[in-house]
């Protein structure tokens, strides 16, 4: 169904070789059949889903050390190919049911139906009971927008109730913060971050499918599972006790006991918008286990040939969800072919290309496979946190996270328009095949913010994250969107995520491994360093940092 033309095929391998030139032989280029042996050991059933602390972590670090090996890098960390990041499971089981308090009287709110909560704090939980409840508006404290919904406001020891996205968002305000583009702000990461630094017990995040992207259910599935986070023992570190998600039906439910009604939901909208005490007070509580232990980011590197200490640093996650609920076929392996076996391939097959240049690169070129993306950009985070190469000597970050498995594509997206210039670099290369760069059709969402480039760009890293096309050549947009859509709604997070050799003829991974090779491979040979662009939150990240 998916197979490739001749012509099509022609003018690819036409183009690789007319791109090559004279430091590499054909052989040396960047191969389909290679990514593919790496994808079919990557998804395999063996490989148990590449959750972290699983067997399949240690079968997966282990291929990737083998590989990098065999491709003649060398090792990225010192004389290892692994970094270390302590990391603990937390198994937080919560209550059945919220009790809701006022002056009208009590009623309950039901776990898993009208909300979710769990804990980021791995000792020292304590439940609520009768923590007063403050609405905060969206939560958010953003000088540069002139907004701040804690302002004059003690949450200290109190719950805050606040809503995901930007303010503007559920009033369909564009003129506030980004417009119809997300920031930073609007995560519901960013939520639980200040609360926490506001001192509240508790926080929960009111949902709303359009302004979160997902369906409520998409917080179920993780009800009551365990979640990984980063081992902070020894470390200043602000958490809430509690956190988690509520309808905007339950929602409207505390409103209407406060005496209230949804419009607060609109008011927040408005700029000066004051946070409301509720007058409720709730209760409910959670046990938590936790379990220490390590995993590791896999690290390789091509040394630069004149400014060894300047480091181009090329990204992908490794890790996927594991073994778990059994779909309809029974399957429980949550293989993660596409996300992110290809991407890691992808790195891979960057890291073997590279080390074939007969002339090398002038600035260091650093491979890095990160652990934990699904369970919170965990790995990407730890390093950026303890980097092996600084931030301040890091040109730029290019993070791979799903390449496109079948047809090429005249188009590549680009996810988080007008942050750095290296959308620029892409797209003259995007342009000398011929082809354009699109723009992702739901900035709202904050894509940005939700894949490992995020982790660099807080460090001040300009970060380059693509998608996959859907202007698929010959067949069109209607094309391609329905092959995007029809993975999102059937096989993303499902044990359907399976690598299929009749069908996946990796064309289009190569031809966009070559463009962010083409990217990688300027950024590596030339004396400038990309920027931040006007407008973006990170650039002042940037220039606090020690000149270049």
């Known amino acids: 169904m998916y197979k490739i033309s001749f012509i099509i095929c022609f003018l690819s391998v036409s183009f690789f070789a007319a791109c090559?030139?004279?430091?590499?032989?054909?052989?040396?280029?960047?191969?389909?059949?290679?990514?593919?042996?790496?994808?079919?050991?990557?998804?395999?059933?063996?490989?148990?889903?590449?959750?972290?602390?699983?067997?399949?972590?240690?079968?997966?670090?282990?291929?990737?050390?083998?590989?990098?090996?065999?491709?003649?890098?060398?090792?990225?960390?010192?004389?290892s190919y692994l970094q270390e990041v302590p990391m603990v499971n937390i198994k937080a089981t919560a209550a059945p049911s919220m009790t809701v308090k006022g002056a009208k009287g009590s009623f309950s709110l039901k776990a898993f139906d009208e909300y979710i909560v769990w804990t980021d704090k791995a000792d020292s939980v304590e439940n609520l009971d009768n923590s007063d409840l403050v609405f905060a508006g969206y939560g958010v404290v953003a000088p540069e927008y002139n907004w701040n919904d804690y302002a004059n406001l003690d949450v200290k020891g109190k719950t805050v109730l606040v809503m995901v996205n930007d303010p503007g968002f559920w009033a369909g305000d564009t003129t506030l913060f980004k417009g119809k583009t997300m920031t930073y702000y609007g995560r519901w990461t960013y939520k639980f971050e200040e609360a926490a630094r506001q001192g509240a017990k508790a926080c929960l995040i009111i949902h709303n499918t359009a302004a979160a992207s997902y369906p409520f259910s998409v917080q179920q599935n993780s009800f009551n599972t365990s979640r990984l986070l980063l081992d902070t023992r020894g470390l200043e570190t602000k958490n809430c006790d509690m956190i988690g998600w509520i309808t905007e039906t339950a929602a409207n439910k505390l409103f209407k006991a406060a005496g209230k009604d949804s419009a607060l939901l609109m008011e927040a909208n408005v700029p000066g918008f004051k946070p409301v005490d509720l007058g409720l007070k709730v209760s409910t509580s959670m046990t938590v286990q936790s379990t220490y232990s390590k995993s590791y980011n896999v690290i390789a590197k091509i040394n630069g040939a004149k400014r060894p200490d300047e480091v181009v640093l090329y990204t992908a996650h490794w890790d996927h969800l594991g073994v778990g609920k059994p779909d309809a076929s029974g399957d429980s392996i949550y293989n993660g072919a596409l996300d992110n076996a290809t991407g890691t391939a992808g790195l891979l097959e960057l890291a073997r290309h590279f080390n074939t240049l007969t002339v090398k690169p002038e600035r260091t070129v650093v491979f890095l496979a990160v652990t934990a993306e699904e369970q919170g950009l965990l790995g990407s985070a730890y390093y950026a946190?303890?980097?092996?190469?600084?931030?301040?000597?890091?040109?730029?970050?290019?993070?791979?996270?799903?390449?496109?498995?079948?047809?090429?594509?005249?188009?590549?997206?680009?996810?988080?328009?007008?942050?750095?210039?290296?959308?620029?670099?892409?797209?003259?290369?995007?342009?000398?095949?011929?082809?354009?760069?699109?723009?992702?059709?739901?900035?709202?969402?904050?894509?940005?913010?939700?894949?490992?480039?995020?982790?660099?760009?807080?460090?001040?890293?300009?970060?380059?994250?693509?998608?996959?096309?859907?202007?698929?050549?010959?067949?069109?947009?209607?094309y391609g969107e329905h092959l995007h859509n029809e993975y999102t709604s059937k096989d993303y997070h499902q044990p359907s995520d399976e690598y299929n050799a009749t069908t996946w003829s990796m064309a289009g991974a190569v031809k966009d491994l070559r463009i962010l090779f083409n990217v990688g491979n300027k950024l590596a040979n030339e004396e400038k360093w990309p920027r931040w662009k006007e407008g973006s939150e990170f650039k002042a990240i940037r220039e606090k940092q020690p000149l270049n």
Do not use: C, W
């Open 20 to 79: 090559t030139g004279g430091s590499e032989s054909k052989a040396d280029a960047i191969s389909a059949d290679s990514m593919k042996s790496n994808i079919a050991v990557l998804a395999s059933d063996s490989f148990l889903g590449r959750k972290p602390f699983t067997e399949g972590e240690t079968k997966t670090v282990e291929f990737l050390q083998k590989k990098f090996r065999e491709y003649g890098l060398q090792p990225g960390n010192g004389d």
């Open 385 to 478: 946190k303890n980097p092996v190469y600084p931030a301040a000597n890091t040109v730029a970050n290019i993070n791979m996270d799903g390449l496109n498995r079948f047809e090429p594509t005249k188009d590549i997206i680009v996810v988080g328009q007008g942050q750095s210039e290296l959308e620029d670099y892409l797209k003259t290369e995007v342009e000398k095949d011929s082809g354009y760069i699109a723009f992702e059709n739901h900035p709202e969402a904050g894509y940005y913010y939700r894949s490992d480039h995020f982790n660099f760009a807080k460090a001040g890293i300009p970060a380059l994250y693509i998608e996959t096309g859907v202007d698929v050549v010959g067949k069109g947009k209607e």
